[in-house]
């Protein structure tokens, strides 16, 4: 895989699917060997939904610099490039976190009905959630650091 190639909403899928079947795995095995509630405190999801805010920050702050529009300074292409990083690393890392502590909310649906399984069960799903927020606002970063190709450009050839 082309680590320069647009992150594709199937990749992110699969890792979310993946990460789910752990989180849920993880509640079972638990449950089954402790006898205990997998605990998911509830700043895991204000730490989230915050880098998810963050990032939104960026990109809108980042736009108009990066499409250079008249009044702007443009941004220089080592911030650019390490932008776009940025935003490769979020959608990723945020689809791995989406998919665990979703994986946690469904595996704390048969312990809702205790005070400590609902409180995990909205914890990990606002944490999810957040999550969602963080791949949602990395993806729009990715896409704003894009560079149009132009009719003349294309990928390479390979004949010098």
Do not use: N
């Not at 320069?4 to 752990?22: E, F, K, S, Y």
């Not at 960026?58 to 008249?70: D, F, N």
């Not at 959630?129 to 390979?158: K, N, Q």
């Amino acid at each position: 895989m082309d680590p320069m190639q647009p992150t594709r909403i199937r990749l992110l899928v699969g890792v979310a699917l993946i990460t789910a079947a752990v989180g849920w795995g993880v509640v079972q095995v638990v449950d089954a060997w402790l006898g205990r509630i997998v605990p998911v405190p509830w700043l895991a999801a204000a730490a989230l939904w915050l880098l998810a805010g963050a990032v939104a920050w960026w990109a809108v702050t980042s736009r108009p610099r990066l499409q250079r529009r008249p009044g702007t300074k443009p941004m220089p292409p080592l911030v650019a490039a390490r932008t776009a990083a940025l935003g490769m690393a979020g959608s990723r890392i945020g689809a791995l976190v989406m998919g665990f502590y979703a994986g946690i909310a469904i595996g704390m649906i048969s312990s809702i009905g205790t005070p400590t399984g609902i409180q995990t069960f909205w914890a990990a799903t606002l944490a999810s959630v957040g999550s969602l927020g963080l791949v949602a606002a990395s993806l729009w970063l990715e896409h704003l650091c894009r560079i149009p190709l132009g009719p003349s450009d294309g990928p390479p050839t390979g004949r010098g």
